[in-house]
């Protein structure tokens, strides 16, 4: 009987078989057993980085938002605090405008009270004296340019406290551009969804950026900022007030002054009227004097004629009765009384002359002295007439201002923006 041939190889046990056969099984469960393990921390891990996305977006959301109310509140407080320095340039514009007025109303009180000394220098005489009024003058130009100089240098503090107003000004202004920038950039970052078109992936996008600064940093910034805004206000305050002060006082002594000095002016022009009239009665008297004195003398020099004639009649009498004959020739009371009267006579001559000299002599004082008060009642004239000239020129500082003068131009400061008033944009 023939042998069925086999194909070669190995053969398995059914042994081997089983083993293999629950091998596969038990693989298969554990393969199974792993996977279903694999499934379920797959599906917890999905569900808790869901959570933690959604807290981690909802956290980062609320941060902005809070950030922009931070942001806001100091944009907020930077404007006011803008606003506010903008006003206080104004008004301490106004106040330097002022004391620029106040500097230029005081160049016709300088020039008035000059003129006022340099008319009276053209006095002459015993009327060019230092009286109260040139005293007052001097004093009154002497105020005038302390005054000029006190003004200045209040217009001068007031154009620096302006730069560093305008500086503050201008601190703000980048600090409050900084910020709507910033808030713009948040508010978009905040306005983002994982369904916005514009999202990708960036390139280290955690990098530390080139001068970043912390939080308390950023908080100082801005405070420094309105802090030094705020003391550069406070300072131009007191400045303001100073300046009204200064200009309220300046005033009072300028006005003060001016009293005095008229006062001064009008009671040296009643005592040279006084002097004017007194000068003018003792004319008219030493002219009445003078005119008695003349007729007097006229008298006297008559009174000397008749007198010379009465002595020649004498002398001719007593001459020719020196011619009598013999006895005739006889000192008789004829003789006598001819003698008395020629001695008489040259007595009384004499007496004439010597008073006609003393009248000759007091008449050329007289008229001498008439001269002089002539001329000093011609100073006295010309005297008052300086002053009157005085007190008109004076009168210049009591007429209105004109109206028609065109201001001196004032060179405003703008503020860090280019404009006298920056309008901030509110987002």
């Given at each position: 009987m023939s042998m069925v041939p086999t194909k070669p190889g190995l053969r398995h046990s059914v042994s081997d078989w089983e083993s293999n056969n629950q091998q596969l099984s038990a693989t298969a469960e554990h393969e199974r057993h792993v996977s279903n393990d694999?499934?379920?921390?797959?599906?917890?891990?999905?569900?808790?980085?869901?959570?933690?996305?959604?807290?981690?977006?909802?956290?980062?959301?609320?941060?902005?938002?809070?950030?922009?109310?931070?942001?806001?509140?100091?944009?907020?407080a930077l404007e006011s605090c803008a606003q506010e320095v903008d006003r206080e340039?104004?008004?301490l514009t106004a106040a330097k405008e002022q004391a620029e007025q106040a500097l230029a109303a005081t160049a016709v009180p300088l020039e008035v009270s000059e003129e006022c000394l340099t008319l009276r220098e053209g006095r002459l005489g015993y009327e060019l004296v230092g009286d109260p009024v040139e005293a007052q003058l001097q004093k009154e130009v002497e105020l005038i340019k302390r005054v000029q100089q006190v003004l200045q240098h209040h217009i001068d503090k007031a154009f620096e406290q302006l730069c560093v107003l305008q500086e503050a000004r201008h601190?703000?202004?980048?600090?409050?551009?900084?910020?709507?920038?910033?808030?713009?950039?948040?508010?978009?970052?905040?306005?983002?969804?994982?369904?916005?078109?514009?999202?990708?992936?960036?390139?280290?996008?955690?990098?530390?950026?080139?001068?970043?600064?912390?939080?308390?940093?950023?908080?100082?910034?801005?405070?420094?900022?309105?802090?030094?805004?705020?003391?550069?206000?406070?300072?131009s305050q007191q400045m303001r007030e100073d300046m009204s002060l200064t200009r309220a006082q300046l005033q009072n002594e300028l006005d003060t002054q001016r009293s005095a000095t008229e006062f001064a002016l009008r009671t040296r022009t009643h005592r040279e009227e006084q002097a004017r009239y007194e000068l003018e009665w003792q004319l008219k008297n030493t002219e009445d004097e003078i005119a008695d004195m003349q007729s007097d003398i006229r008298g006297l020099d008559q009174d000397l004629r008749v007198k010379t004639a009465s002595l020649k009649l004498a002398h001719t009498r007593l001459e020719n009765r020196t011619m009598r004959p013999g006895v005739d020739l006889c000192r008789d009371e004829v003789q006598h009384g001819l003698v008395d009267e020629v001695n008489q006579l040259e007595a009384t001559i004499k007496a004439l002359n010597q008073k006609l000299s003393e009248a000759q002599h007091s008449l050329q004082k007289m008229q001498l002295h008439h001269a002089?008060?002539?001329?000093?009642?011609?100073?006295?004239?010309?005297?008052?007439?300086?002053?009157?000239?005085?007190?008109?020129?004076?009168?210049?500082?009591?007429?209105?201002?004109?109206?028609?003068?065109?201001?001196?131009?004032?060179?405003?400061l703008a503020n860090s923006s280019g404009r006298s008033n920056l309008q901030l944009l509110a987002q």
């Open positions: 694999i499934r379920q921390e797959g599906r917890t891990l999905r569900n808790e980085t869901t959570s933690k996305t959604i807290w981690d977006e909802s956290d980062n959301s609320r941060r902005l938002s809070d950030r922009i109310w931070d942001v806001a509140r100091w944009k907020e340039m104004e008004t601190q703000l202004t980048i600090d409050l551009q900084n910020k709507m920038e910033a808030l713009d950039i948040d508010m978009a970052c905040l306005s983002l969804t994982v369904k916005s078109p514009h999202i990708s992936l960036k390139t280290n996008p955690t990098r530390i950026p080139t001068g970043s600064t912390n939080p308390q940093e950023w908080v100082q910034f801005s405070q420094y900022n309105v802090a030094c805004a705020q003391e550069a206000m406070q300072a002089r008060m002539s001329q000093d009642l011609s100073r006295k004239q010309e005297a008052l007439s300086l002053e009157q000239r005085s007190m008109n020129t004076r009168l210049r500082l009591s007429s209105p201002a004109r109206t028609d003068e065109v201001p001196a131009a004032l060179v405003p």
